[in-house]
C-alpha cells in the first residue's frame, strides 16, 4: 500500500465479530508524521509470534507478558511486564565500557527527586554498583574488592558505614525491652564510640559465649569476671 501524498497510509483488518466502523478492527499504517502505528482496536490482546509459536502479547490492559499469555496471574503490583521461560529467566543491560546501566524508579517527572526516587546503577568505568534513593547514593559496592560503603562511596574495608556526627549504625533487639548497641560518631563531631541504648541497659563483652567484663547502666563500674 501507498499513499500519492502526505496523508496517512493504513491497512484495516476488520471481521463479522469486530465490526466495520472506523474504531473497529485491527490497523497497521503510517502516519502523516511519518510514525508507524499498530492498533488494535478491540478489547483484547495483541500478539507477536516466531517459529510457530507465540512469543509476546500485550493484554487490552497495556501489560506486556513475554513468554507468558496471562498476567494478571501475578502479583498485581508488578505484572507490568512478565518474563518467563520454562528454564533461566533473566534481562541483560548491555553498556558501553564506559558507560553506566541503570534501573530508576521514579513518581514524577517535575524535579529530579521524583525523577531519580530510586535506582541501582552499575558504572563500568569504576566498577561500581551503586543504589540511590532521593537521588543520593546510599550503598556502593566496588566490584574490584568487594567493599561494601553505605552512605560511602569509597569503602576501603569489607563493610564501611558512614554517618556523620551520631551513630552510624545500630545493633540489638526487643527482648525483654528495647535494647541496642549504637557505633559511630555520638556527637557532633566528636571520637568514635560505643553506646548501649536501654532503660536499664549494661554493657556486656563475652568471650566464646561467655561473659567477661560489664560495665554496669547506673554507676558505670566496670565488672570483669
Request: hydrophobic share 30%; aromatic share 6%; glycine share 14%.
Amino acid at each position: 500500500l501507498a499513499a500519492g501524498n502526505n496523508d496517512g497510509c493504513f491497512l484495516k483488518i476488520q471481521n463479522n465479530d469486530t465490526g466495520a466502523t472506523a474504531n473497529d478492527g485491527l490497523e497497521i499504517g503510517v502516519q502523516s508524521d511519518e510514525s508507524a502505528q499498530v492498533w488494535q482496536y478491540e478489547n483484547n490482546f495483541l500478539r507477536f509470534g516466531t517459529n510457530d509459536t507465540e512469543r509476546l502479547r500485550i493484554d487490552s490492559s497495556g501489560r506486556v507478558g513475554i513468554g507468558v499469555t496471562d498476567n494478571s496471574v501475578y502479583s498485581g503490583a508488578s505484572d507490568n511486564l512478565v518474563i518467563k521461560d520454562s528454564g533461566n529467566a533473566g534481562v541483560t543491560l548491555h553498556s558501553g565500557t564506559g558507560s553506566t546501566g541503570c534501573i530508576r524508579f521514579a513518581d514524577g517527572t517535575s524535579s529530579n527527586a521524583e525523577k531519580l526516587d530510586a535506582a541501582i546503577e552499575y558504572n563500568h568505568n569504576t566498577e561500581v554498583l551503586t543504589l540511590r534513593t532521593n537521588d543520593t547514593a546510599r550503598m556502593t559496592i566496588v566490584d574490584s574488592t568487594g567493599n561494601v560503603g553505605i552512605n560511602d562511596a569509597s569503602p576501603d574495608t569489607k563493610l564501611h558505614v558512614r554517618n556523620d556526627n551520631s551513630a552510624a549504625a545500630k545493633f540489638g533487639g526487643h527482648g525483654g525491652s528495647e535494647y541496642y548497641m549504637e557505633i559511630g560518631q555520638l556527637g557532633s563531631s566528636s571520637s568514635p564510640g560505643f553506646n548501649a541504648t536501654g532503660t536499664t541497659a549494661s554493657m556486656l563483652f563475652q568471650v566464646d559465649g561467655t561473659e567477661r567484663m560489664r560495665i554496669m547502666h547506673t554507676s558505670g563500674n566496670v565488672g570483669i569476671g
